[in-house]
């Protein structure tokens, strides 16, 4: 159950874009001030997959439960599952009870039936806890050296759809220090690719013109197509088409290249 993307309720949906995003050679470098980065799947990945995770950790717990079968059925939860709902603001227990939910229905269809909860609730409280271990989490190889580049010349934000085991996270994997803020989804009560959570981002870093964003990640919706409605500049990864090291070839041409 790592947090990443997730939709926010049906109330707003940003628009559909199948079309292959503008060449990043568009962009006017000139304005870029701020850098604002994703977390899961631009910056860390799991060491392992979520089918493997879970089978192993429900081992603990007296289940034998096929790990291929987890990550098909959580993929199906996943896809089914209401979304998080952050109409009334922030999220008062940080989405656990959302995930507490995906884990259950998760286990419920590979199953066949629910898990009671006296088997439920420790096997959620270990998997939950397990994902806020950075030994759960791995940087990819890129992140490193493109944020020790980054960081004398820009300051550098993280905007993600994560909750706030992120920061657990991020520091022990070494690399917290570099943002100058952080801006959770579950903290603001809305999610990428609303608008609320870029203007959020905006002015927590004290940031008045939009054009001065940058916004780098890996989905095509929350993050290219959001800092689009929001009025930001997009960078889509898609390693290893498009990586962070073309990110630093990026921003260090001459302006005049535009």
């Known amino acids: 159950m790592p947090p990443k993307a997730r939709d926010e309720p049906s ?3 940003a628009p559909l874009r199948h079309q292959k995003p ?10 870029l001030k701020h850098l604002f980065f994703d977390a899961a799947g631009t910056l860390i990945e799991l060491r392992e997959s979520v ?4 089978s192993r950790i429900a081992a603990t717990h007296g289940l034998n439960v096929d790990p291929i079968q987890l990550q098909q059925n959580f993929r199906t939860a996943w896809k089914t599952h209401p979304p998080v709902l952050h109409e009334t603001g922030p999220s008062p227990d940080d989405d656990r009870s959302w995930w507490q939910s995906l884990v259950a229905t998760t286990f419920a269809i590979t199953l066949g039936k629910p898990l009671p909860d006296t088997t439920l609730l420790p096997l959620f409280h270990d998997l939950y806890h397990h994902f806020e271990s950075p ?4 940087l990819f190889p890129d992140v490193l050296p493109t944020l020790q580049s980054l960081a004398p010349n820009y ?3 993280i905007l993600s759809n994560f909750d706030r085991r992120l920061h657990s996270i991020l520091h022990g994997l070494g690399i917290h220090h570099f ?3 952080i801006t959770l989804s579950s903290e603001v009560g809305a999610s990428k690719p609303h608008p609320r959570i870029f203007a959020h981002a905006q ?8 054009t001065h964003c940058l916004l780098v990640g890996d989905d095509q919706q929350c993050d290219h197509d959001g800092a689009l409605l929001a009025g930001w500049h997009p960078y889509l990864l898609d390693r290893p088409q498009h990586t ?3 990110l630093l070839k990026f921003l260090s041409r001459p302006a005049s290249s535009n």
């Open 22 to 31: 503008p060449p990043t050679s568009d962009l006017p470098l000139p304005t």
């Open 155 to 157: 300051p550098l934000h």
């Open 203 to 210: 002015t927590q870093a004290d940031i008045t013109d939009p």
């Open 244 to 246: 962070l090291g073309d």
């Open 51 to 54: 089918g493997q995770t879970y």
């Open 135 to 138: 030994n759960a989490w791995q």
């Open 11 to 13: 109330t707003f949906q």
């Open 179 to 181: 943002f100058t803020t």
